[in-house]
């Protein structure tokens, strides 16, 4: 669509009173395994959670998106995880762990006694089977073939077995109780990586018994969590029930688990007043006093840990002259942008990574101000005077770092129109949309954003700027770049790990790959008869501690 010249910020209220309209009908549930066409009855007492879309699977290391992590994070344990509402690691699966002097060994006592839901044991075979399943493009139950990817692993480790980046070499099993991991090279945050919200322990048996069909609707999902996967209705929920036997006692504390879809923020607030959900996330900071005005409800926030982007794809010819990806840097006025739509619950700096890591951050950066007549002079410059056509593909979900993405992408179109940069939105289904802009020659330009899994910078850099992690902007690369983030990984110190980062920071920001937008506060609500509920500044976020009265 080609947008307004102008836009003011006023019309935010406009913008407020359509996130407040009534709720937009949810599309009909297709039918489940059980054959049913209309939605079965929620079991009563039960826990249901206001999701912003559904998952894209619910297959472990074949995933990025946060909420597929949610729903898994309820069925498989990691080999670590988490404190509650921190990155600081606790023992899950494994028990202990330590690193050999030269840093490059890594060795994991396992918890015993431990059964996947199946009735299978879990083990160290079973933590090799499923790591090497992601790792290496061979492994007979991986089905690469029929399209599994598992992208993530190669953004977070670098590459596949056989790879020359590849950052693992080989995963030993050392005894039932005992995992080895053995790396390139040193990798300080290696357990904090390995215990992202994307690598949970599936059952091997689950596996080769559903085969291809592995996580999806109507399928398998087995883990060692605190629930066990009952029923997944698309479009409509997944229901999840209690494991009396879980490893961890007293645990869950709560019998049913329900994970309704929910695309629209207004939906999920109006469904959380009616009580016909108990607690949901991503709502839009204009909901703020509707909710501080419901006695039934209570504001909660996330610590913000995040960051909104927008992505400039320089394989689309007038994004490859970085003359030209500056320029859309100048036109946008992003520091109004967020404070009309986010409010206090968002800042806009220069850096990619988020506040938390500051000490990550260069200190001598500014924004790119907003600029609209440097912005034609670059574009000028470029040989772009009379301006060109740019599709903007726009997210179909709120997420904790754009909760309205359509009217923003629309501020967005503004602005650059008004450079002479012919805009045309798109957006498609969530899980088309983020398995298409990988695809060559990927979206021109798109919105997304990233929650970070651990807390570390390398969370935020390698997985977006490392090997394997650009091929949404057509495999750009930078060969510093890289260098400078494996001396990160490598590095015992802060202090010097600071040098390299600081460094990469500098280098993203002249060359505006991935335009950094918005750290945002997302903000949740939760009715009153919850408790328990401590949201994690990460992507992952287990639910067993949550109970209603």
């Given amino acids: 669509m080609k947008c307004r010249s102008l836009w003011a910020i006023a019309s935010v209220l406009v913008i407020a009173l359509t996130n407040c309209a009534a709720p937009k009908t949810e599309a009909p549930p297709t039918p489940s395994e059980t054959g049913a066409t209309s939605p079965a009855p929620i079991p009563k007492g039960a826990l249901i959670y206001g999701s912003g879309g559904q998952p894209v699977n619910l297959e472990p290391g074949n995933i990025t998106d946060g909420n597929s992590i949610i729903v898994q994070d309820q069925i498989y344990n990691r080999l670590m995880e988490f404190k509650p509402g921190t990155t600081e690691l606790m023992p899950a699966l494994a028990t202990n762990w330590v690193v050999s002097k030269d840093g490059k060994i890594w060795t994991f006592k396992l918890r015993q006694g431990v059964k996947f839901h199946d009735g299978t044991p879990f083990d160290a075979a079973a933590v090799k089977f499923n790591v090497e399943r992601w790792w290496d493009p061979k492994h007979p139950d991986g089905y690469r073939d029929a399209g599994r990817t598992y992208e993530i692993w190669e953004q977070i480790f670098g590459g596949f077995k056989g790879d020359p980046n590849s950052l693992l070499q080989e995963v030993v099993v050392v005894d039932k109780a005992t995992i080895r991991f053995v790396l390139k090279q040193p990798f300080a945050a290696f357990p904090d990586a390995i215990a992202s919200g994307f690598f949970g322990i599936a059952s091997p048996t689950a596996i080769k018994k559903a085969g291809l069909n592995y996580g999806g609707p109507g399928s398998l999902a087995i883990g060692t969590g605190p629930f066990i996967f009952k029923e997944w209705r698309t479009g409509d929920r997944i229901l999840l029930e209690k494991i009396p036997s879980y490893w961890q006692a007293g645990l869950p504390k709560t019998n049913q688990l329900v994970i ?83 409010g206090g619950l968002g800042q806009h700096d220069p850096h990619f990574i988020p506040p938390p890591l500051s000490w990550a951050r260069a200190k001598n950066l500014k924004i790119y101000p907003y600029d609209p007549q440097k912005a034609r002079q670059l574009l000028a410059q470029a040989g772009y005077g009379k301006g060109f056509d740019l599709e903007l593909w726009y997210m179909p979900v709120s997420r904790p770092y754009f909760p309205t993405p359509k009217p923003i992408a629309e501020a967005f179109a503004a602005d650059l129109s008004a450079v002479g940069i012919r805009v045309s939105l798109k957006t498609k289904d969530w899980a088309a949309y983020l398995a298409d802009r990988r695809k060559p020659p990927g979206y021109q330009s798109f919105m997304l954003g990233w929650t970070g899994d651990f807390g570390d910078p390398d969370s935020f850099l390698y997985p977006h700027f490392g090997p394997g992690g650009t091929s949404d902007l057509g495999n750009w690369k930078n060969e510093q770049v890289f260098r400078l983030l494996n001396q990160g990984r490598a590095a015992g110190d802060r202090a010097t790990r600071a040098k390299f980062y600081t460094q990469v920071d500098q280098i993203l920001h002249r060359e505006v790959l991935r335009l950094p937008i918005v750290h945002s506060q997302p903000l949740l609500a939760k009715r009153k008869t919850v408790e328990g509920w401590i949201p994690s500044p990460l992507g992952s976020e287990p639910f067993e501690v949550i109970r209603k009265k």
């Fill in 260 to 342: 309704r879809f929910v695309t629209d923020p207004a939906a999920r607030l109006a469904q959380l007043r009616a009580g016909q959900i108990d607690f949901t996330v991503e709502l839009t900071p204009d909901q703020r006093k509707e909710i501080e005005s419901d006695p039934n409800l209570q504001v909660v926030t996330r610590p913000s840990y995040n960051v909104g982007y927008l992505a400039l794809n320089p394989s689309y010819k007038p994004l490859s002259d970085v003359r030209v990806r500056q320029a859309i840097a100048h036109a946008i006025n992003r520091p109004a942008i967020v404070q009309a739509f986010w």
